[in-house]
T-cell receptor, first 112, second 114 residues
Framework: AQSVSQHNHHVILSEAASLELGCNYSYGGTVNLFWYVQYPGQHLQLLLKYFSGDPLVKGIKGFEAEFIKSKFSFNLRKPSVQWSDTAEYFCAVKGGANNLFFGTGTRLTVIP | DTAVSQTPKYLVTQMGNDKSIKCEQNLGHDTMYWYKQDSKKFLKIMFSYNNKELIINETVPNRFSPKSPDKAHLNLHINSLELGDSAVYFC?????????????FGEGSRLTVL
């Protein structure tokens, strides 16, 4: 069985602060990893994804994530957040033929 | 053009009623899904449907029944609505093959059961 853990439930940052959101998964085989963002009142949108290759992946809006296989982690980072980054962030994992499983989400609030 | 569209966006109804939510995708994807997002923003898969094969999540009550007239449509019908069914329901689609797992979401349908 696969599962996804996002330990930060709510993160509050000031503009220009650096961001790192944690994501850990459990699955023994090959995984595809994703970060989705849900802006207030909107649907989920893909931020970035990892299938294979370079474990440091870059997504839209200056976000990046690093896959560390030994730690079963796929943390999301951004060097300098903006007020417009206020949203809910979801890590998701797809292992093998399984469906995509989402973490419980991390709410990010950026204070101007 | 909206890639994944759902109707209605908002639905308010009484307990015990039956309602449907429609979903259409114009991306040519083979797989479609229904997800339920509760008040705590937790996303839980309900169903996935791939080329006429329905994969049912066992935790979903049988009051929920998906129907797919063709691979571009996946509708969700809910019988005998209960208070706990209040949530936002997201339809999604994904391609098979190399990008499998990447989902394209609709804008959601907020269901409120009174």
């Amino acid at each position: 069985a696969q599962s996804v853990s996002q330990h930060n439930h709510h993160v509050i940052l000031s503009e220009a602060a650096s961001l790192e959101l944690g994501c850990n998964y459990s699955y023994g085989g090959t995984v595809n990893l994703f970060w989705y963002v849900q802006y207030p009142g909107q649907h989920l949108q893909l931020l970035l994804k990892y299938f294979s290759g370079d474990p440091l992946v870059k997504g839209i809006k200056g976000f990046e994530a690093e896959f560390i296989k030994s730690k079963f982690s796929f943390n999301l980072r951004k060097p300098s957040v903006q007020w417009s980054d206020t949203a809910e962030y979801f890590c998701a994992v797809k292992g093998g033929a399984n469906n995509l499983f989402f973490g419980t989400g991390t709410r990010l609030t950026v204070i101007p | 053009d909206t890639a994944v569209s759902q109707t209605p966006k908002y639905l308010v109804t009484q307990m015990g009623n039956d309602k449907s939510i429609k979903c259409e995708q114009n991306l040519g994807h083979d797989t479609m899904y229904w997800y339920k997002q509760d008040s705590k923003k937790f996303l839980k898969i309900m169903f996935s449907y791939n080329n006429k094969e329905l994969i049912i999540n066992e935790t979903v009550p049988n009051r929920f029944s998906p129907k797919s007239p063709d691979k571009a449509h996946l509708n969700l019908h809910i019988n005998s609505l209960e208070l706990g069914d209040s949530a936002v329901y997201f339809c999604a689609s994904s391609p098979t093959g190399g990008s499998a797992g990447e989902l394209f979401f609709g804008e959601g349908s907020r269901l409120t059961v009174l």
